[in-house]
């Protein structure tokens, strides 16, 4: 197969997948209200299910950035690996910029939001929506927590792709 086409192929399915995964996270907070006439007119608790699906997807997305990296590093999945890598990082990183205390008159303010803003929006909108809405009982501070979790398993997947040798 041609490097480049493999390339591209391996592209979708690391940044492709993880993206899917977080848009399946953004649809289980029903932002359209699509599932409300269905809660309304059934006896099945719509909203648990999705309430079930929301707190899945970050463990989901974690569980899939592990075994990427274990398959990855066996079968030569550069590309794969490292823009699935990226496609968990960037909405940490947004969310984490997102609750850093900055002040509006400060200069740094500007040159963040101006420059790294700009370029993590979209990221930042996917990470502040469904951190701050998964419900696991933590309290206020629960999607930190979440990013915690999730950059502890983005660590330990690059430990994991390092560490692995490559059978020849």
Do not use: H
């Not at 970050?58 to 490292?82: A, D, T």
Request: charged share 10%; with cysteine.
């Amino acid at each position: 197969m041609n490097k480049k086409k493999s390339s591209g192929i391996q592209f979708v399915f690391g940044f492709g997948v993880v993206m899917l995964l977080w848009g399946i996270g953004l649809l289980a907070i029903d932002p359209f209200d699509w599932f409300y006439n269905i809660f309304m007119e059934s006896d099945i608790d719509v909203y648990l299910i999705l309430d079930i699906v929301l707190t899945g997807i970050p463990f989901l997305i974690c569980l899939y950035l592990i075994l990427l990296s274990v398959s990855g590093k066996r079968n030569n999945y550069k590309v794969m690996y490292y823009s699935a890598l990226t496609a968990v990082c960037l909405p940490i990183i947004a969310y984490l910029f997102n609750e850093l205390p900055l002040n509006d008159s400060s200069i740094i303010t500007w040159i963040l939001g101006l420059t790294i803003g700009w370029i993590l929006y979209p990221f930042g909108l996917i990470g502040l929506v469904i951190f701050d809405n998964v419900d696991i009982g933590f309290g206020y501070y629960e999607g930190m927590y979440i990013v915690l979790i999730m950059a502890s398993a983005a660590i330990l997947s690059m430990v994991l792709y390092k560490t692995i040798k490559i059978k020849n």
